[in-house]
Nanobody
Framework: QVQLVESGGGLVQAGGSLRLSCGAS?????VGWFRQAPGKEREFVAA????????YYTDSVKGRFTISRDNAKNTVYLQMDSLKPEDTAVYYC??????????????????WGQGTQVTVSS
């Protein structure tokens, strides 16, 4: 059983930065970040592959968000810079026990964290 615990959300002004953390028990696994804004479906944000550390991003966050991982700490980070009001959402980390390419489909993930709120004011 994998447990995921997110932290680092909060309120920030547009143009500001936040760093989310996702602490995980158990490995190896691929980890993705998703977000869900009010009234919208949960969407893929970024993912990192366990083997090799290759990263993947949705187009709207490329160049602004960076996903990384510290394998020694079993922690994945999402550094969010140049935040925009449209980035406001609950952010979730998810894990999939796989060494392959991390999926962008949320239904393919096996474990989920509880979510952390990110609010970007204009």
């Amino acid at each position: 059983q994998v447990q995921l615990v997110e932290s680092g959300g909060g309120l920030v002004q547009a143009g500001g930065s936040l760093r989310l953390s996702c602490g995980a028990s158990g490995n190896p696994f691929n980890v993705g970040w998703f977000r869900q804004a009010p009234g919208k479906e949960r969407e893929f944000v970024a993912a990192i592959r366990w083997s090799g550390g290759r990263t993947y991003y949705t187009d709207s966050v490329k160049g602004r968000f960076t996903i990384s991982r510290d394998n020694a700490k079993n922690t994945v980070y999402l550094q969010m810079d140049s935040l925009k009001p449209e980035d406001t959402a609950v952010y979730y980390c998810a894990a999939k026990r796989s060494l392959g390419v991390p999926p962008m489909d949320l239904h393919e993930y096996d474990y989920w964290g509880q979510g952390t709120q990110v609010t970007v004011s204009s």
